[in-house]
């Protein structure tokens, strides 16, 4: 099955850091959505892009919907310990098909 | 403020056996999906489902079954447990596919024995 390169798997990162992953796909996708999951937890919706070339932020957190349509990165400013977590990029083309497709997440650990 | 609730949170089972996993949302969503997702690999669509009565298969079916009788409802069946479905289950809602978010619950964590 179709899946999205996610990149990097992992990181360690200092507090204040800024931190940067991304999302590339051979196919074009319609919405771009960033998830975050905390260890026993299901994801949760960080930012969803819905245009090409959409550069959306919530606090801390800036994510942007690629040209192209086949790409999104997110991008973390001055991390602080609570970021740990792993953080899935998922594509979407909407219409009839109701399924997103998954990147295999990027894990933040703290720099010990 | 319920979202999306999915039980149990984990089961053991023993290879052959059967069980349902059970997911209820009460954001009056449409769209309503399972994901099954293993250490690293990001998470696959088991099936999903568009509205009451109306079910379809994702990219990893075999071995499961859905039913859609209400909006709030979605159960997936394991019938005849296997060690490959050993794994972690998310069941997820949405208003509409692709272009609004999806909600997901927090998990079912399944191991087969």
């Known amino acids: 099955g179709q899946q999205l390169n996610q990149s990097p798997q992992s990181m360690f990162i200092q507090e204040g850091e800024d931190v940067s992953m991304n999302c590339t796909s051979s196919s074009i996708f319609n919405t771009w959505l960033w998830y975050k999951q905390d260890p026993g937890e299901g994801p949760v919706l960080l930012i969803a892009l819905y245009k090409a070339g959409e550069l959306t932020s919530n606090g801390r957190l800036t994510a942007q919907f690629g040209i192209t349509r086949k790409d999104s990165f997110l991008n973390i400013s001055a991390s602080i310990p609570s970021d740990v977590g792993i953080y899935f990029c998922a594509g979407g083309y909407g219409g009839s098909q109701g399924n997103l497709i998954f990147g295999k997440g990027t894990k933040l650990s703290v720099k010990p | 403020n319920a979202g999306v609730t999915q039980t149990p949170k984990f089961r053991i089972l023993k290879i052959g056996q059967s069980m349902t996993l059970q997911c209820t949302q009460d954001m009056n969503h449409n769209y309503m999906y399972w994901y099954r997702q293993d250490p690293g690999m990001g998470l696959k669509l088991i099936y999903y489902s568009v509205g009451a009565g109306i079910t379809d298969k994702g990219e990893v079916p075999n071995g499961y079954n859905v039913s859609r009788s209400t909006t709030e409802d979605f159960p997936l069946r394991l019938e005849l447990a296997a060690p490959s479905q050993t794994s972690v289950y998310f069941c997820?809602?949405?208003?509409?596919?692709?272009?609004?978010?999806?909600?997901f619950g927090q998990g079912t964590r399944l191991t087969v024995v």
């Open positions: 997820a809602s949405s208003y509409s596919p692709g272009y609004t978010e999806a909600f």
